[in-house]
């Protein structure tokens, strides 16, 4: 089976890396919020061109926290896709602000502009923009957007590592950015882990605070906060897999030129192209097809995994029958939820996968 993920398949070296520095936090005897967080901290914010990173539990959490550390809360909107991961949402919930969804663009499973403008009210605080399958896009008309709108611009990056547009690193667009480093995303942990990157030091400040209950210095709390930290050994082995990402993702980019060279079948439509080689880290390679139970499995027959990102969007949830959302509804990102599916991208996978996979999609033909 061509699966998803493989992380039984990656370098022993890693392993050996990992299982090192896991020993070196033992003989540490420091667990939590010690030298391997601040370094990996540290490393991280020069990975995003950033000047603060804080390590936090999850990418949820670090979500929640940027909101709450820019003053977001009760009362307040801030706007984002129905096309994501439902933690998207809920870390917008959590913070006590009121989620507002937007439509997305058909060509791109990205936020449309004109779906965000419709969406804004005077009590809009923030746009939660979601670098979607690992796709960052026309960051110059969303800054120039947040800006005249006097919104903030928080990045959802958990699925967005290392792509830059523009020369710039996703993460440092806005005024906060979020990062998780969930096992599947394409930095990702043994176990949960997430990260927030800001450039505005009071931010900073607050969300080391909010991450450590609200704490300032020992036993004091001037705020209400979570416990949300990145401990020391996942921190220790994010430090030996971030060493292995440049080159993870280059093959990551090498199997999406590969598919969208190779996948041919006229029942399959691809998404539109990103606008430059390093705006792309390819987390997921979606197509869509009108057909795609069929698909699925004619897939798994011929020992390919697939998966669907997302087959449920946010305002289709039990849990959120009454979320707001453009007036003008939802057509595409229904649309998409409908047909979209992910196939093998990872970088383990053989060139031989690569073309099993492109076969597999070329030669379905619905029964
Ligand atoms: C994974 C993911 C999250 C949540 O990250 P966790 O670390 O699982 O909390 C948020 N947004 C998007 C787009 C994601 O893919």
């Avoid at 493989?6 to 890396?17: I, Q």
């Avoid at 176990?191 to 969300?207: F, I």
């Avoid at 997302?310 to 959302?325: G, L």
């Amino acid at each position: 089976m061509i699966l998803m993920n493989d992380f039984k398949a990656e370098p022993a070296e890693l392993r050996e890396r990992m299982v090192t520095a896991v020993r070196r936090v033992f003989d540490s005897g420091w667990y939590i919020l010690g030298k391997e967080l601040s370094n990996f901290e540290a490393e991280w914010a020069r990975q995003c061109g950033t000047a603060h990173a804080l390590g936090v539990g999850n990418g949820m959490d670090a979500i929640e926290i940027a909101l709450r550390g820019l003053g977001i809360g009760p009362g307040d909107e801030v706007i984002t896709t129905s096309m994501t991961a439902f933690a998207s949402v809920l870390a917008i919930v959590r913070a006590g602000a009121t989620p507002v969804l937007a439509d997305i663009d058909a060509e791109t499973a990205l936020l449309s502009a004109a779906s965000v403008e419709r969406c804004i009210t005077p009590r809009t605080k923030a746009l939660l923009l979601v670098h979607l399958y690992g796709q960052v896009r026309d960051m110059d008309a969303w800054v120039a957007l947040c800006s005249q709108r006097n919104i903030h611009l928080v990045e959802d990056c958990a699925q967005a590592h290392l792509a830059s547009w523009g020369g710039r690193s996703a993460g440092g667009f806005g005024s906060a950015a979020a990062f998780s480093f969930y096992p599947t995303k394409n930095l990702g942990a043994i176990g949960d882990g997430g990260m927030l990157v800001t450039n505005d030091q009071a931010l900073a400040v607050r969300a080391a605070q909010l991450r450590n209950y609200g704490q300032s210095v020992r036993y004091h709390h001037p705020v209400i906060g979570l416990n949300s930290r990145l401990d020391e050994i996942q921190a220790a082995i994010l430090g030996e897999r971030l060493a292995y990402l440049p080159a993870f993702t280059a093959r990551r980019r090498e199997i999406a030129v590969q598919y969208r060279a190779s996948i041919r079948n006229p029942l399959l439509t691809q998404l539109a192209p990103a606008q430059e080689d390093a705006a792309h880290v390819h987390h997921l390679y979606v197509l869509q097809c009108t057909q795609r139970d069929d698909l699925i499995a004619h897939l798994a027959r011929s020992g390919v995994q697939s998966l669907v990102h997302y087959p449920v969007p946010v305002h289709a949830q039990e849990s959120c029958p009454d979320i707001a959302r453009d007036p003008a509804g939802l057509p595409n990102t229904e649309h998409h939820a409908a047909t979209c599916l992910s196939i093998p991208c990872h970088p383990q996978m053989a060139e031989a996968d690569v073309e099993a996979v492109a076969n597999a999609l070329n030669a379905f033909s619905p029964s």
